[in-house]
Structures are given as C-alpha cells and as structure tokens.
T-cell receptor, first 115, second 110 residues
Framework: GAVVSQHPSWVICKSGTSVKIECRSL??????MFWYRQFPKQSLMLMAT?????????EQGVEKDKFLINHASLTLSTLTVTSAHPEDSSFYIC???????????FGPGTRLTVL | GQNIDQPTEMTATEGAIVQINCTYQ??????LFWYQQHAGEAPTFLSY????GLEEKGRFSSFLSRSKGYSYLLLKELQMKDSASYLC???????????FGTGTRLQVTL
C-alpha cells in the first residue's frame, strides 16, 4: 500500500515551453501533497504544499506564477513549470501525506531538462 | 529559521558499522525521519523517531535526543548496496511539512 506515482519520469523541453508533471496516490486518498525540487548533490527543497480543493501554499522564494499547482482530486496533484528555462532543470519529487498525518510517501521523481 | 546539519560524506568498509549524525535547530518539532536515497531515485523511508531513545529495525537503528536536538542513524553489517545518500528530515509541525538536512553520501568499500 501507500504507492505514489509520477508522470513523466523524465522530460526534455525547449526553453520557453511549459511542462506538466502529475503526482498520483494510487491506493489511498491524499488531501495534502508536497512538491520538492532537488539539484545535483543537494538535498530536497520543499517548493509548495498542495491542498485538495484549495490554493497551494508556496515556500519563500518560490514563484507561484511560474510553478502552478493544481490539486483537483484526492488522488492527483499537478505541477506545471511555465516558461521553463535551463535553470529550472532539476529533479522534481512529489509526496503524499498518509493517514497518520506525519508520514509522507514519495513518488519516484521526474527529471526535467530544459534546453 | 530551520537548520539541520549532517556530514557531507562518509566512507565505511563492507561488514562494518557506521553512524551518521544529524543535529537540528527548528522552530517546531513533531518527529524526525531518516530516508535513504540512491542517485536519481526518490527517497525511501527508513525510520521515524518522535520520542527520545533508540528505534531498531533490522540492520538499521535510529536514535533521538530532543533536548540535544540530535539524532543518529546506525547501519550495521554494511553491504555494498548501502552506498547511497542518507537524509535526515524534521517534521516541524507546521502543516506536516518536512525540512530536510543536507544529506550524507555514504560510500561502502570492500
């Protein structure tokens, strides 16, 4: 149980285009999901908290108009990187909060490369 | 602010025991997690401590001292597959958010 999937697992896009990443909880419902970004040889940095049916909460320094988050159902959150630039190239990881309210279950990650 | 410190890199020999330390100073505390992460993959859960003391799970043990803001992860009978990054993360109690430490890259050698 407690499986989280992400799609796509990797994506390459041209500078200026938008990319959508999906995060799904496969066997449980998650009212709260989290989006992280990880640059090479660095730890995970929380970008935003995604809440089902309401606006996402962004961490300081993360542009909400650039990283659009939609949590339209209890099993799906999407992150759209708008007008992507090479500096947005990173490993994006989502997690879903379980019923215990403290354990997060992580997706396999999406590697984004912007040319 | 939140501050979580770990050694950047460690090296240990196959079959040995290694201890990875984590110190933290956070605005709130609602538990500490240890995750293992292989390169290019998502973190996998290893342990969770919310009370002081030692939690043992097979070859892995984790210790917490809340008064000292200190935790360690102990790996016994090291195997080559244990070569990975080990991430210490604190649930700061704010909307169940996790703040991750810098991570410790462990290299297991023959």
């Amino acid at each position: 149980g407690a499986v989280v999937s992400q799609h796509p697992s990797w994506v390459i896009c041209k500078s200026g285009t938008s990319v959508k990443i999906e995060c799904r909880s496969l066997d449980f419902q998650a009212t709260t999901m989290f989006w992280y970004r990880q640059f090479p040889k660095q730890s995970l940095m929380l970008m935003a908290t995604s809440n089902e049916g309401s606006k996402a909460t962004y961490e300081q320094g993360v542009e909400k108009d650039k990283f659009l988050i939609n949590h339209a159902s209890l099993t799906l959150s999407t992150l759209t990187v708008t007008s992507a630039h090479p500096e947005d190239s990173s490993f994006y990881i989502c997690s879903a909060l379980g019923a215990s309210d403290h354990e997060q279950f992580f997706g396999p990650g999406t590697r984004l490369t912007v040319l | 602010g939140q501050n979580i410190d770990q050694p950047t890199e460690m090296t240990a020999t196959e079959g040995a025991i290694v201890q990875i330390n984590c110190t933290y100073q956070t605005s709130g505390f609602n538990g500490l997690f240890w995750y293992q992460q292989h390169a290019g993959e998502a973190p996998t859960f290893l342990s969770y401590n919310v009370l002081d003391g030692l939690e043992e799970k097979g070859r892995f043990s984790s210790f917490l001292s809340r008064s000292k803001g200190y935790s360690y992860l102990l790996l016994k009978e090291l195997q080559m597959k244990d070569s990975a990054s080990y991430l210490c993360a604190v649930n700061t109690g704010t909307a169940s958010k996790l703040t991750f430490g810098t991570g410790t890259r462990l290299q297991v050698t023959l």
